[in-house]
């Protein structure tokens, strides 16, 4: 694995922000959900596909605070643009189960290039 400096570091924006519409992805070559994101006045409602089935129904993600890279370019999976990489990591099977705060925090904006 490569190093990255602390400068590539700040360019990632990672944003919490919340589901607020979920709906089973059956046309993706693997079980996927596609999600509608809210994350909040300066960057607003964004989409995105992640293979959680294993860990989600489509319906318990709904008010669910997920971290999510912001800044990458819009991505084609399938017939659906995933405008945003939720963050999740793999269980002991290998199948993701999101990241998230503890509690309910507000959407924020960045300072300084810090995560939000």
């Excluded at 944003?15 to 089973?24: D, I, N, Y």
């Excluded at 596909?49 to 318990?60: D, N």
């Amino acid at each position: 694995m490569a190093d990255i400096s602390f400068d590539d570091f700040l360019k990632v924006d990672v944003r919490v922000g919340t589901v607020v519409r979920a709906e089973p992805y059956p046309e993706a070559r693997r079980p996927a959900i596609k999600m509608w994101i809210d994350f909040g006045d300066e960057i607003g409602e964004r989409k995105s596909s992640a293979q959680v089935t294993a860990h989600y129904a489509p319906e318990s993600l709904i008010g669910k605070q997920v971290m999510a890279v912001v800044n990458f370019p819009p991505r084609q999976i399938g017939k659906f643009m995933s405008e945003v990489l939720v963050l999740g990591l793999p269980d002991e099977n290998g199948e993701i189960v999101l990241i998230g705060p503890d509690g309910d925090v507000p959407a924020q904006v960045p300072r300084g290039g810090r995560m939000h």
